[in-house]
Structure formats: C-alpha cells, structure tokens
C-alpha cells in the first residue's frame, strides 16, 4: 500500500519520496480505522533532510524521535535507550545498543519474540541483519519433528449438548 502510492508521488512528481511523505500515508490510513487496525509502527528511512525516525500509533498519531519504541516489550526496551543513547554514535555501537535494547524488550515479555534482527538506514542504503543475536537458544530441538498418530490421545469424556433456540414475533415488531 505505501510502496504503491510512494511510487505514484514519485511519478508525477519527478522527485524522490521523503520519510514524511510515508508517514502521512500511513497516519491517514490508520486514523481512518480509529485504531482497530491494531499497528503500532517505528518507521525510519533517510532522505534529503537526514536520518529520521518516527513512532505512528494505531489511532494515526505519530512522534518524530531519536529513538523509538513500539509493542509489548517497549518499556523494557525504552529504559536501555534512555540511560546509555548519545548523540554521534558510531554505527557498531548503535547497533550494540540496539541489541541491548531488543534483548531488554525481549526477556521483560514473553510476547516479544526470540531473535534479534536489526536494519541499518545510511544515505549509502540499507543493511539488514537478520538474526543478529539469538538471546536464548532452544537446549534441544528434535531433528524429525513430532508425529503423533490418530488415536494417540485419550478420550476421558464424551458430552454431547443439544443447542436450541427459540425465537418469538411480536405484533410491534418493525
């Protein structure tokens, strides 16, 4: 949906996308449906003003930030960014603090995935580290899978209930 319309801007107006440009696309298209699209986005790109970084909640609001938090371990995640983030950082370590945080994230809630996965945006382009840390690896995994046949669990109880409903007219009725 972004991708698409970001690429019509750029047709018919002979010139590169901007972050906020994305942005709008998204906040219009969330505050449309009052948040029950349930996203929660972080959205980052660089364009002709710099590096930029913007927060869009499912109501369609949005922060522009240095750095940014979303989802069920952002609190975690937030208190890293707080205590050690400083402006100038090299690349190594931004991506060591990020880690940090994503590993905060992910051990103060269990709805926060497994991995770390981190993408870097420059004006040279992006780079994606997918599985960049994995915090916790799986002690065994079974190579073949588990294969459970028909029949395998027991039945302790059979209950079988017969629904029904009634419904009445009534001589008001529209």
């Known amino acids: ?88 950082m090299s690349e190594d370590e931004a991506k060591l603090l990020v880690a940090r945080a994503i590993r905060a994230g992910i051990f103060n809630d269990l709805g926060s995935g497994s991995n770390i996965d981190l993408c870097v945006l420059s004006r040279a382009g992006t780079k994606y580290f997918r599985n960049f840390e994995i915090p916790q690896e799986r002690a065994y995994t079974r190579a073949e899978g588990y294969k459970f046949e028909n029949g395998t669990t027991s039945l302790n109880k059979r209950n079988f209930q017969t629904a029904t409903s009634t419904t009445a007219e009534s001589e008001n009725a529209l």
């Open 1 to 88: 949906m972004v991708s698409s319309a970001l690429f019509l801007h750029r047709k018919s107006t002979l010139r590169e996308s901007r972050v906020v440009s994305a942005q709008s696309i998204l906040k219009s298209h969330l505050f449309k449906y009052q948040g029950h699209v349930g996203a929660a986005l972080v959205l980052g790109g660089f364009d002709i003003h710099g590096p930029q970084l913007f927060t869009i909640f499912p109501h369609g609001s949005s922060d522009c930030l240095p750095y940014a938090t979303m989802g069920s371990g952002s609190l975690a995640a937030m208190s890293i960014f707080e205590s050690d983030y400083k402006d100038h």
